[in-house]
T-cell receptor, first 113, second 118 residues
Framework: SQQGEEDPQALSIQEGENATMNCSYK?????LQWYRQNSGRGLVHLIL?????REKHSGRLRVTLDTSKKSSSLLITASRAADTASYFC?????????????FGTGTRLQVTL | GAVVSQHPSRVICKSGTSVKIECRSL??????MFWYRQFPKQSLMLMAT?????????EQGVEKDKFLINHASLTLSTLTVTSAHPEDSSFYIC??????????????FGSGTRLTVV
């Protein structure tokens, strides 16, 4: 079943602006991951943040995690047209050796010139 | 890095026929593979989890006789859509989890298969 809810569902910004996407989940997690998907393509892993971490950076990406609120955010700074894609959060369960990922509903980001 | 090859990338088949989709881990051993289905502009819905050498575990609502999953080796899993119907048209994506999970990751996705049943 779908666990994560993301907002906004769609986001349109101009190149150079920052884009922020939010993700909420329902159950305890081991980690939370963000993925990017270009139209009609597979998923590309962006960043993983563990349940005991609060913030993580990778290049122009900044991810925060608030386990008390069961929420995470993905910030893309200085956006580029090439960042246009759908972005999904995914949570890995707290238990289980082969933890399946449960994906959020996704945010479709459009970056215009 | 870990690479998962999925093919075909696109397939069109006639209603009533069966279609097989392959997912291969190219440079690592995948003890677990996951199969997802994605409708246009929607998220990924997990269909089943397969472990090498054992039967797949299907999510609630997924017909195991309709979607046959085989994970015969540590590098190959297949999804066969049997007696396909137009409502089976969708984007199918596999994901593989390595035997040894890296400190930052562990899951690698295939590029997806666009199935169209006419």
């Amino acid at each position: 079943s779908q666990q994560g809810e993301e907002d906004p569902q769609a986001l349109s910004i101009q190149e150079g602006e920052n884009a922020t996407m939010n993700c909420s989940y329902k159950t305890s997690i081991n980690n939370l991951q963000w993925y990017r998907q270009n139209s009609g393509r597979g998923l590309v892993h962006l960043i993983l943040i563990r349940s005991n971490e609060r913030e993580k950076h990778s290049g122009r990406l900044r991810v925060t995690l608030d386990t008390s609120k069961k929420s995470s955010s993905l910030l893309i700074t200085a956006s580029r047209a090439a960042d246009t894609a759908s972005y999904f959060c995914a949570t890995a369960a707290l238990t289980g050796t082969a933890s399946k990922l449960t994906f959020g509903t996704g945010t479709r980001l459009q970056v215009t010139l | 890095g870990a690479v998962v090859s999925q093919h075909p990338s696109r397939v069109i088949c006639k209603s009533g026929t069966s279609v097989k989709i392959e997912c291969r881990s190219l440079d690592f051993q995948a003890t677990t593979m996951f199969w997802y289905r994605q409708f246009p502009k929607q998220s990924l819905m997990l269909m089943a989890t397969s472990n090498e050498g054992s039967k797949a575990t299907y999510e609630q609502g997924v017909e195991k006789d309709k979607f046959l999953i085989n994970h015969a080796s540590l590098t190959l899993s297949t999804l066969t859509v049997t007696s396909a119907h137009p409502e089976d048209s969708s984007f199918y994506i596999c994901s593989a989890r390595a035997r040894v999970v890296s400190s930052n990751y562990g899951y690698t996705f295939g590029s997806g298969t666009r199935l169209t049943v006419v």
